[in-house]
Structure formats: structure tokens, C-alpha cells
């Protein structure tokens, strides 16, 4: 009897104990946890992969924004054309941008960016050879010695041919590695309808869109010897075997003003070119008041005077017709 009074006491010991002890586990787990709510999560190390740490996403320019959808409202001689923002690429206005087409003298801007790419002393001389000349560049006599660095401002403000052709002589390369970096520099720069044969531009074979065009003056344009070139409106050459300097004008008659336009002088940098294939070309960047640059391209416009009216008159469209992120109502058209 007293055994058996024993086992039960010891069981419903037993019992007791182990209610009380889940109570107390209970009771001080939960404390923890209500305390814990009240703090801020500790920070763990950052590990490399899965979901724990993760790049933040690269911002993405703006672009400009359409006030309207309305076609231009000029009247374009060009065969194609192009106005695309400077910063971000964004096209604003095509006309067979992807067409592609001559580009004569704008030819020059890739057979200067190749120059650069040279060891050069822009101090050393050169004597104007008779295979130098052309009967359509007049600026250059044969016989005529000129630092590379006159023979560079020639070039590029009054696009000679002669001068392109000294220069590209001088730079110890034969025509066919010239014209092989000039090909290789339009592949590292993504221009795939570019192709050249020659550095001057008279040869139709070289060619290229209006698309790539524009891409190509914004890669030269980070070159500061070919900004400060294109932004020349006169310029004078001094042989140094004669005491009479010549003075060469800007073939870009929006630099000069002798086509009427409101851009900033210090925004117009751009490039020329004819030849009966291509007709009428250019290339420009051009700026409005509030410090927004755009480039334009005419490609085969019917007269000297149209390319650049009608370059002028597409970048004023796209200036009235656009609006840019740091403009009033812009945020209002990304709703």
C-alpha cells in the first residue's frame, strides 16, 4: 500500500515539475522575443551572390521628350537626314537615316581622327608636293612649306584636299594603311555602313548613313584639336618660303553667319563635303539659349545654300518641338 501511494506521489511529481518548467521556458522565451521587437536588425556581412547583395541599377540618362507628334514642317532637299540629341543619341527627326550614301569631304573627319592616333610634332615641316594638289583645292601651292599644324587648320576649316593628302604622306604610312586605320577606327566606333578608300573624300566609295555620320562628328568632337579646327570661321596659313599669309574661310556657313541662325557661335563645330555623287553634305552640332546641343545631318541636298538652311531649320524644329529633362513640363510628358 505504501509503495503504491509512493509510485503516485512520484508520477504526479513528475508531472508537476515538468508543467512548471514548460511554463518558465514559456514565459522567458516570450519576454525575449517581445523585447527583441523593440530593436533595430543587425546587420549581417555582405556576401557576394544569390539575393544577400545585389548592385544597385545603373541610372539611365534621360531622353527628350516629344511635346507632339507633328511631322516637320520643312521642306527638305536632302536625300537624307538625321537630328538626334548629343548627349543621349536620341534620334528626334530621320529622313532615310539608314540609307547609305557618299559623304565626300566629310570623309576628313575620320582621316583626322586617324592623324591623332599618330606620333606628332605639330611644329615640323612639310613641302606641298605636286601629287598633293588637286585642281578642285586652291588654298595649297606646290612648293610651298607649312608646319603639319597649318596643314591640319587647312584641312579642317577649309577642307583642302592637298593639305589631307601632305598630311597623310608625312605620316609614314603607305595610302592603303592609312585608309586600313581609317576602316579599323569605323569598326572600334560601331559605324557599320561606314567604309573609305581615300582620305580626302573626292572617291563616291566612301561612304556611310546619316545615322553613322552623326555618331562619327560626336566621337571627333571629343578630340579638342578637332573641336577647336571646326569651330574656326577664318584662319590664316603662313608659308614659310613666302612672306604673304593666305587666308582660308570655314566651308560651314552656319559658323560664319553667311546663312542667317540664332545658335551660339561656340556651339557650331561641323564639316562639309561635295562631289557630284553625294551633292550637297553636312554635319553639325548646333546649340539653342538654354545650353541643349544637337547634331544634324543633310546628306545630298540639291544646293550649297540648302544644306545648311535646311540643317538649321531642323535643328530649330527639333528645339520647339522637344523638351528635356531639365525643362518645365517634362516630368508631366512621363506620365
Known amino acids: 500500500m505504501t509503495k503504491k501511494v ?56 534621360q531622353i527628350p521628350l516629344a511635346k507632339n507628334v507633328d511631322e516637320a514642317p520643312v521642306t527638305t532637299t536632302a536625300l537624307a537626314a538625321l537630328v538626334a540629341d548629343e548627349q543621349t543619341g536620341t534620334v528626334l527627326y530621320q529622313k532615310n537615316s539608314d540609307e547609305v550614301r557618299p559623304l565626300a569631304s566629310i570623309t576628313k573627319i575620320m582621316a583626322m581622327m586617324v592623324f591623332l592616333d599618330l606620333p606628332i610634332k605639330w611644329s615640323a615641316t612639310t613641302t606641298v608636293l605636286e601629287s598633293d594638289c588637286d585642281n578642285s583645292s586652291h588654298q595649297l ?16 576649316v577649309g577642307s583642302s584636299n592637298s593639305a589631307v ?16 586605320r581609317m576602316n579599323q577606327k569605323a569598326k572600334n566606333l560601331n559605324l557599320s555602313t561606314m567604309h573609305f578608300v581615300e582620305p580626302t573624300g573626292l572617291d563616291s566609295d566612301n561612304v556611310g548613313s546619316a545615322k ?10 571629343k578630340f579638342e584639336k578637332i573641336l577647336q579646327a571646326l569651330q574656326i570661321g577664318e584662319y590664316y596659313l603662313h608659308p614659310l618660303n613666302s612672306a604673304k599669309p593666305k587666308r582660308v574661310w570655314s566651308t560651314n ?7 542667317p541662325n540664332d545658335f551660339d557661335t561656340k556651339d557650331i563645330c ?14 553639325v552640332r548646333v546649340g539653342d539659349k538654354t545650353g ?44
Request: no cysteine; net charge negative; charged share 20%.
Open 212 to 221: 553613322d555620320t552623326a555618331q562619327m562628328l560626336k566621337a571627333a568632337l
Open 292 to 335: 541643349h546641343r544637337v547634331i544634324a545631318v543633310v546628306l545630298g541636298a540639291a544646293t550649297n545654300e540648302a544644306r545648311f538652311s535646311e540643317a538649321r531649320d531642323l535643328a530649330n524644329w527639333a528645339f520647339e518641338h522637344y523638351l528635356w529633362p531639365d525643362e518645365t513640363g517634362y516630368n508631366e510628358l512621363t506620365q
Open 141 to 156: 601651292t606646290a612648293g610651298e612649306i607649312y608646319t603639319l599644324s597649318d596643314l591640319w587648320n587647312a584641312a579642317l
Open 6 to 61: 509512493f509510485d503516485f506521489l512520484s508520477s504526479f511529481g513528475m508531472v508537476i515539475l515538468g508543467v512548471s518548467l514548460l511554463f518558465i521556458f514559456t514565459v522567458s522565451f516570450s519576454s525575449a522575443d517581445k523585447n527583441r521587437a523593440y530593436q533595430f536588425p543587425r546587420s549581417h556581412p555582405r556576401l557576394a551572390g544569390g539575393d544577400i547583395y545585389t548592385e544597385p541599377p545603373t541610372a539611365q540618362p
Open 165 to 180: 593628302r601632305a598630311l597623310a604622306r608625312f605620316s609614314g604610312l603607305t595610302g592603303e594603311e592609312f585608309v586600313g
Open 253 to 259: 556657313w552656319l559658323l560664319t553667319k553667311w546663312i
Open 270 to 283: 561641323g564639316k562639309t563635303g561635295f562631289i557630284n555623287d553625294a551633292r550637297y553634305n553636312f554635319v
